[in-house]
């Protein structure tokens, strides 16, 4: 059985900075994909930042330059670095886990699912 823990969400100002973590365990890390989400009140669940197994990374234009995924596969753990934070950042941010599914158009696709953290930027 696959668990996935996030920490790390809080509130900020914009400009400022937030490190999310996600501890997975069940499954060896480095034989699974995982990405980040975010979900605001009232809209969809929108893919941010994804790790692929392999070790590549792709990001949302929308946080591209401003947040960076990595992953320490000794901890069985993935990060989101988040800087120069905007207001429009305030999500709940779900970290998600796939053996083979790694598109982040899609966040009904991926199988495993965190209960979230909340960010929330104040302008």
């Known amino acids: 059985q696959v668990h996935i823990v996030e920490s790390g969400g809080g509130s900020v100002q914009a400009g400022g900075s937030l490190r999310l973590s996600c501890v997975v365990s069940?499954?060896?890390?480095?034989?699974?994909?995982m990405g980040w989400f975010r979900q605001a009140p009232g809209k969809e669940r929108e893919g941010v930042a994804r790790?692929?197994?392999?070790?590549?990374?792709f990001y949302a234009d929308s946080v591209k330059g401003r947040f960076t995924i990595s992953r320490d596969n000794a901890k069985n753990t993935l990060y989101l670095q988040m800087n120069s934070l905007k207001p429009e950042d305030t999500s709940m941010y779900y970290c998600?886990?796939?053996?083979?599914?790694?598109?982040?158009?899609?966040?009904?696709?991926?199988?495993?699912w965190g209960q979230g953290t909340q960010v929330t930027v104040s302008s």
């Open positions: 069940g499954y060896s890390p480095s034989n699974i994909n």
């Open positions: 790790s692929m197994r392999g070790g590549s990374t």
């Open positions: 998600a886990a796939d053996p083979l599914y790694f598109t982040l158009s899609s966040a009904t696709q991926w199988r495993y």
